[in-house]
């Protein structure tokens, strides 16, 4: 890889104090190139969201680096010029938006903070290009459905025109009808815009269906990086990441629908 837009060298997450210490992230390092979707797997506790939320800058409190462009990003605050190419999706949009902000608040604040021109017009765009219909703009989230909300909360990160997009388990808080329409809006979204995306999910056919390199966590570490081809015809080197596979049996059932990307 030439270029890696966005890249983590040596990261280590440590929780509480002296006895109660953990480490949770041990040692973690990737590099995501200019258009590329990496993702992160392992199960439930291997330390998924901690690292993404370290590359976001929502924990601080990490030892290592986050680079944008070979930049190093400071740690307690990031610059407005990462805030803006930098976007976060979170697992809940139930949680991720205000209960009493309109879709039309949600969506004009961060025009507003970045001094974007044509607010409207770009309000319009971004709810026609996660697939809902503009007049959404005067909606609460609690007239929202699941999935509507999380399109909600996709719109707004796009809405900054970002060229990096972190997502924390897209689609797993939502119902199992709208989690594929939601995963191929954003591989929709992500080849318009030829976006970089880094999504952390434990669900392996979530990640085989966007990304086109893994790296399989283990106990806070990335014990192995494979592309999803090697993926599809069982390449993995680690005993752990064969055993995770095979158990994954939504996996399988993606394998056989051939739907992975
Ligand atoms: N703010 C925190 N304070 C203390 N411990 C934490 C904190 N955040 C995470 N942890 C611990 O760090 C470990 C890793 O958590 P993390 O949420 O990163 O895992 P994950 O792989 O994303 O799991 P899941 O898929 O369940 O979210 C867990 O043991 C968790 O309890």
Redesign the pocket.
Known sequence: MTRALIEAVGLNVS??EEEDR?H??KDVSFRIAPGECYGLI??????????LRAVAGL?ADYDGAVLLDGREQPKARRGADFLRRVQMVFQDPYASLHPRKMVEKVLSEPLQIHGFDRKRQRIDEVLVQVGLDPAFRFRYPHELSGGQRQRVAIARALIMEPEVLLLD?PTSALDVSVQAEILNLLTQVQRDRGLTYLL?S?DMAVIAHVCQRIGM?QH?RIIEELTSDAVRSGQAQEPYTREFLNASAAFAAALEGGDAA
Do not use: A, Y
């Open positions: 929780f509480g953990h949770v992230v392992g199960e439930s506790g291997c330390g998924k969201s901690t690292v924990n388990e952390v434990h966590m806070g």
